[in-house]
């Protein structure tokens, strides 16, 4: 069974970079057509694909975002990572997490969340 986990810290001041780190257990990030998503929600509103990681260490990321967010991943931990720079109030949001095995846009397996709040 995948599981995920999100870590990283809860509070952020504007300007600076956001960064977490998703834990996979249960299967490895190198499998073939393994995608590896950072998916996040602002309060009050819907989801938002950020961008992915794929198995051959491809990158993926959202028009809107792209200029700010990198994903990098750490093999030999099996981890992924989001890094979101110059953050503002408005990146506040829970962040997630997501993986599937198949294909980039659909996620199968996901982590709980961490809200991620931008204030000073």
């Known amino acids: 069974q995948v599981q995920l986990q999100e870590s990283g810290p809860g509070l952020v001041k504007p300007s600076q970079t956001l960064s977490l780190t998703c834990t996979v257990s249960g299967g490895s990030i190198t499998t073939s057509d393994y995608y590896c998503s950072w998916i996040r929600q602002p309060p009050g509103k819907g989801l938002e694909w950020m961008g992915a990681?794929?198995?051959?260490?491809?990158?993926y990321y959202s028009p809107s975002l792209k200029s700010r967010t990198s994903i990098s991943r750490d093999t030999s931990k099996n981890q992924f990572s989001l890094q979101l720079s110059s953050v503002t109030p408005e990146d506040t949001a829970v962040y997630y997490c997501?993986?599937?095995?198949?294909?980039?846009?659909?996620?199968?397996?996901w982590g709980q969340g961490t809200q991620v709040t931008v204030s000073s």
């Open positions: 997501a993986t599937d095995l198949s294909t980039l846009f659909r996620w199968t397996y």
């Open positions: 990681i794929a198995y051959d260490g491809s990158n």
